[in-house]
């Protein structure tokens, strides 16, 4: 059996849910492989999307409690206490 290229094209765009019905009608098993890495993607973006939502929300970038406005002689100085 002859592995089936994996569509490039997301099953929510016209041209890339035909793809999908050709590959199910082809392979079903190759077919629900990419389905399951399409929603993976689709999943992973809006967890990414919303988790960055979060942190920006609670902790602006020039907030004290991020790191990138902590001063560069106290992480050093806590870093050589522990040495």
Known sequence: MTAIPSTTALASDSRGL???RRNAAKDPKAAVRDAA???E???MNELLKSMRQATSSISPPSSPASP???PTSS???SSARWA
């Open 37 to 39: 890495k399409q929603f």
């Open 18 to 20: 035909e793809s999908l």
């Open 75 to 77: 992480r050093s100085s």
């Open 41 to 43: 993607s689709l999943f």
């Open 68 to 70: 990138a406005a902590w």
